[in-house]
């Protein structure tokens, strides 16, 4: 979900601006244990697409730049790196544009099944409408 997005598009700041973190110790920190376990279970369906290039994006940073280590934090219980994190979150979760994000095939195929049911219950409406 959102959390895998957020270590995704950290991973790609890291690779944009490799120069900054060559020969650095580089630890990303998550809340969201789903998250981590979804990395560790990478095969998992639901989330292979998004854990699989994080994956890939992670191990390419370890050989060429940096030691990377993505590492799980307790939630709500005052981290204050993580309590602004949460607030900026909250932020961005309010604004009105959308990211760019490459969708989970079986995401795409329930939003896919999602839209089409619809127009189809839209057009029986418009028929039924005529008919009677």
Request: include cysteine; proline fraction near 2%.
């Amino acid at each position: 979900g959102a959390e895998l997005f957020a270590i995704n598009r950290a991973l790609h700041w890291l690779v944009l601006n490799q120069p900054l973190i060559q020969n650095q110790e580089v630890v990303i920190l998550t809340d969201s244990l789903s998250g981590i376990m979804a990395l560790e279970n990478h095969h998992h369906r639901s989330y292979s697409t998004i854990t699989n290039q994080i994956l890939n994006v992670a191990n390419i940073l370890k050989e060429s730049t940096a030691n990377l280590t993505i590492q799980w934090v307790p939630s709500h219980v005052g981290l204050t790196g993580n309590e602004k994190a949460d607030s900026l979150a909250k932020e961005a979760h309010n604004l009105v544009s959308e990211t760019e994000a490459a969708l989970d095939p079986k995401e795409m195929n329930n939003r896919l099944k999602s839209t089409c049911l619809e127009r189809y219950q839209q057009q029986n409406q418009v028929e039924e409408t005529y008919i009677r």
